[in-house]
């Protein structure tokens, strides 16, 4: 018998994304059953900084960006292949992994799909009483088929204000562009919170990307902000309190080339998956709710109905879980995203038993342009520096003395503070350390003079030894007696000659009262007046930029940045970077 016919709409407004992520409303699908899956989920992207393991080294930085001439730590690298874990375990012969870091910017964008409106709609097409009823026939669920993702980007002017359209909507390969990332990637990071996977379907869907696990010192993953699907959380949880989730399986070696998937294969009960390998499990269902086989039906109508001890009145999630992610994203630049789920056609291959026989054509539903959900808040990626007028910050006092040391500012010079992102920093002997965070450090500016030099950061190094971060000290540098060691690295913040300081007033000065009238002596003599710095800088290209530290002191960003990397150092600080290696050769 053919399907029905018959629209499909897209479902309800979906909850708001993290970051600010505003509601997002729903519309209705294209004409025809099944139509492709509307969208009505919100997606407010965020930034997020992946840390993937393994990995080589990629490009410098560019511009106004200096380098690094701290001595790395590097041994013999043995490279190991294999087509399998055992294989790969048995030419390790009991050693222990050599593991570093690779870093990498990321826009995620995750939202919240209406799965249960969208069962409604099949229920409704096929004229099923209820949605119990449409769980007896396995073969009609909808299987979807991954997520379209497509972005435009902008260039911000006037601060921001304004955007310059660069490019229109473009699409991005989530395959390709995230290759490079999986293709190193050891661990992927266990999803949080926990009950999260209540609202998962199976990865066979291709509704979530996992996110490689992110090392301690980069920035995290943006937090869970969809109150959506917090609630059909929370709701699932009261229905099934029982429901013991199982955690996805550690994959050490295994690139793979779904970005969907966690390569542990269809048969390993990833999240709520319960039944035979290749069929697709519904979140929640305790002991695996099967609902068909991918376009082949294996099942006969009622059977492997419900999982030994799920009560027959179960409800569906309202919203399902849905995240990818954008790795090709340029510094300064603003996009905007856009996208649609994809469905399979229940109908594919079935000529036999559909009116139309082209209904059968294609293995996948047909996408419509009004499918199209546009993520409603921006992604403003972070220049790749910024220079702040701040004030001084002495050295510790039990810390040495050496290159990169600042003195107190004298008339005329103002402290500038220095936040770049690094993904790798130079070394000598053109080898390159990975970084992948935001890297602090100071200079002064002088009037009428150049900014350059060298400057001191405490900044922490991944140890491959350890497999951790570490302060090191930094190589050939003497330290008067009495004194601690530097630890970090010493950079060049900023290249020569590309930042002029044309003026320089403020800080703290000294100035002299003159005496008052009728008075033969001066009580007062010399004042010490201390006052926001500011400085005139002039630009490569000409243009001017006035700065001031009563305004830069206050940025939000600036602090943020600041508070987050000072914690990376002391939580570096606390921990013993000579300890010993972890007992187990896969403690990673």
């Known amino acids: 018998p053919g399907y029905p016919g018959g629209g499909m709409a897209g479902g309800s407004p979906g909850g708001g994304g993290y970051s600010g992520g505003m509601a997002g409303g729903g519309f209705r699908g ?48 043995e490279y190991i292949e294999g087509a399998n874990d055992e294989e790969i375990e048995a030419k390790l012969k009991g050693r222990r992994l050599a593991i570093t870091i690779k870093p990498q910017r990321m826009a995620v964008i995750q939202a919240a799909f209406p799965y249960r409106a969208q069962l409604e709609k099949f229920r409704v097409a096929l004229r099923y009483k209820d ?28 601060g921001g204000r304004d955007l310059d359209q660069l490019e229109d909507w473009q699409s991005i390969d989530l395959v390709g562009n995230s290759q490079d990332l999986r293709a190193v990637t ?72 779904n970005p969907f998937k966690r390569e542990t294969g269809a048969s390993s009960n990833l999240y709520n998956l319960g039944g035979p390998g290749g069929e697709s499990g519904m979140p929640g269902f305790p002991g695996g709710m099967m609902f068909g086989n991918f376009g082949k039906n294996k099942s006969k109508p009622g059977e492997n109905l419900y999982g030994p001890n799920t009560a027959p009145d179960y409800q569906p999630p309202d919203y399902v879980y849905v995240r990818v992610y954008d790795t090709d994203i340029k510094d300064g630049l603003v996009y905007e995203y856009r996208l649609r789920v994809k469905a399979k056609n229940p109908n594919y291959g079935k000529k036999d038993q559909v009116s139309k026989a082209s209904d059968a054509d ?66 000598p002997g ?23 030099g060298k400057a001191f950061a405490p900044l922490p190094f991944w140890s491959s030894v350890d497999n951790a971060f570490v ?26 000659k590309t930042l002029l300081a044309v ?37 490569p290209d000409g243009s001017l930029e006035l700065k001031s530290s009563a305004y830069d002191k206050a940025d939000k960003d600036r602090k943020e ?13 606390q921990r013993n970077p000579s300890g010993p290696p972890p007992k187990k050769k896969d403690d990673f």
């Open 30 to 77: 294209g004409s025809g059953f099944p139509g492709a899956p509307g969208m009505g989920f919100p997606g407010a992207p965020g930034m997020g900084f992946g840390g993937g393991y393994g990995g080589g080294y990629g490009g410098g930085m560019g511009d106004m960006y200096g380098g690094s001439q701290s001595a790395g730590q590097r041994f013999a690298v």
């Open 131 to 158: 949605l119990k009823e449409l769980y007896q026939h396995p073969e009609d669920m909808p299987v979807f088929n991954g997520v379209d993702l497509q972005r435009r980007a902008y260039r911000p002017r006037n």
């Open 186 to 257: 050891l661990v992927f990071k266990e999803e949080q919170p926990a009950d999260l996977q209540r609202v998962m379907l199976h990865e066979d869907h291709m509704l979530v990307m996992p996110l490689p696990q992110e090392m301690p010192g980069a920035g995290k993953y943006p937090e869970l902000r969809l109150p959506k699907l917090k609630e059909a959380m929370e709701k699932q949880k009261k229905l099934d309190p029982k429901s013991q989730v199982t955690a996805p399986p550690k994959t050490r070696f295994m690139g793979g080339e």
């Open 362 to 427: 294609s293995e996948e539903l047909p996408p419509q342009d009004d499918h199209w959900f546009v993520v409603p808040e921006k992604v403003h990626v972070p220049q790749g520096g910024y220079t702040y007028v701040t004030d001084y910050t002495p050295p510790k006092a039990n810390e040495g003395r050496g290159v990169g040391t600042i003195s107190l500012p004298r008339e005329g010079q103002a402290v500038l503070e220095f936040q770049r992102w690094y993904e790798y920093l130079d070394l």
């Open 430 to 452: 053109g080898l390159k350390e990975p970084v992948g965070d935001w890297v602090i450090s100071q200079l002064l500016a002088t009037r009428g003079m150049f900014v350059t």
């Open 471 to 496: 302060l090191r000290e930094i190589p050939g540098e003497k330290t008067a007696k009495g004194k601690d060691p530097r630890r970090g690295a010493i950079l060049e913040p900023v290249r020569p």
């Open 503 to 539: 003026e320089v007033e403020g800080g703290k000065v000294k100035v002299k009262v003159p005496p008052n009238p009728g008075e033969k002596t001066n009580r007062g003599g010399q004042t010490e007046d201390d006052a926001a710095s500011e400085v005139l800088f002039q630009y």
């Open 561 to 573: 940045r600041e508070e987050q990397f000072n914690k990376w150092v002391d939580e570096t600080q």
